[in-house]
C-alpha cells in the first residue's frame, strides 16, 4: 500500500489487488464505515456524508471502484462480485469489521460481502440499491451495450448523469460532473467503465439476500430513474433482509449527494443503534 499526498482533503492511499490497486483515503476515529460509489461514480460522490460521519465519531474509508477515479483500470473483471471482494479486503487492511455503505451496484456487492463474511460487517447501508437484476428485452439491452462502447461511453455517461439526479441536484453539481467525464474520457478507464457495463450482473446479490444477518437500512431517492416504481423496489428489499427504509424526497439514484442533510440524518440515526446492536 502506498500513498499520494493530495493539495484538497485527505490523502489518497492505495490496496493492493491481484490486478492492480484500489483507490480510497480514510479521515476520522472510531467504528469503521467503508463508502462505496456506484458505477460511473466516484469516491467524491460521498463528499457530503463523509464529513458528518466523522463529525459523528467514524472512521470513515471512502473508496473508488476498479476502473474507476484513482484505482488501477488494469482490471479484468468488474461488478458485484469483484467489488465485494474489494470490499473485504479494504475491510481486512483497515482491521474492520465495518459498516458498508454502499450505492446502486455497491449496493449488490456489500449484500454478497455481508453474505460471504458475516464476522467482517457490522451493518448494510443500501443507497439507490441494485440487488436484483431489473426486467429488460432484448433490444434494450442492445441499445445500452451500443451506446457504452468504450469509444464514447465518457460522453454518453456525462449526456446522462443530469436525469438519474432527478429531483434536487448538488449545488456543485456541474463541477463534480466534470470531474466523473475528466476521468471516464481516459482511455483505459472509458474502456474499464464499459466493461463493467457489460460484466454487472445482480443475480449473485439477490442469492445472497437470504444469508445476510447484519442490521440493514434502504436509502432510495423517490424519484429514482432506474426503478419503475422506487418505493415499491426500496420496500422489497427492505422486507427481504428485515431493515428500515427510507424514502427520500426530491432524489433520484444519488441520495446522499443530492439531499444530504436527510440522508445523513437517516444515517446517522440507524448507525447509531445498529453500531451498537452489533
Known sequence: ????????????????????????????????????????????????LAPTLVEAGYRVASTDLRGHGESDASF???????????????????????????????????????????????????????VRNPKSNAAMLALFRAMTAPLWVA???KAYMPSLYAGRKPSDFDEYRAAVF?????????????????????????????????????????????????AAEAHWIGDALHGEVVLVAEAGHYPQAQQPEITASAVVGFLGSAVHRA
Open 155 to 157: 460522453r454518453v455517461w
Open 76 to 130: 479484468t473483471s468488474y461488478g458485484d462480485e469483484a467489488t465485494a471482494s474489494d470490499i473485504l479486503a479494504l475491510i481486512e487492511e483497515l482491521h474492520g469489521p465495518a459498516v458498508i455503505v454502499g450505492n446502486s451496484l455497491a449496493a449488490g456487492a456489500a449484500v454478497i460481502a455481508a453474505a460471504e463474511h458475516p464476522d467482517a460487517v457490522a451493518a448494510l447501508v443500501l443507497v439507490g440499491p441494485f
Open 182 to 230: 475528466a476521468s471516464l474520457r481516459r482511455p483505459a478507464f472509458g474502456k474499464a467503465f464499459s466493461a463493467t457495463t457489460r460484466q454487472t450482473d445482480h443475480a449473485a446479490a439477490e442469492a445472497a439476500l437470504p444469508a445476510v444477518q447484519a442490521p440493514v437500512l434502504v436509502v432510495m431517492g423517490d424519484k429514482d430513474p432506474d426503478f419503475p416504481d422506487p
Open 1 to 48: 500500500m502506498t500513498t499520494n499526498a493530495a493539495s484538497h482533503g485527505p490523502a489518497t492511499q492505495y490496496l493492493d489487488r491481484p490486478e492492480g490497486t484500489v483507490a480510497y483515503d480514510i479521515q476520522g476515529d472510531g467504528p469503521l464505515v467503508v463508502l462505496v460509489p456506484g458505477m460511473g461514480e466516484l469516491r467524491s460522490s460521498y463528499r457530503f
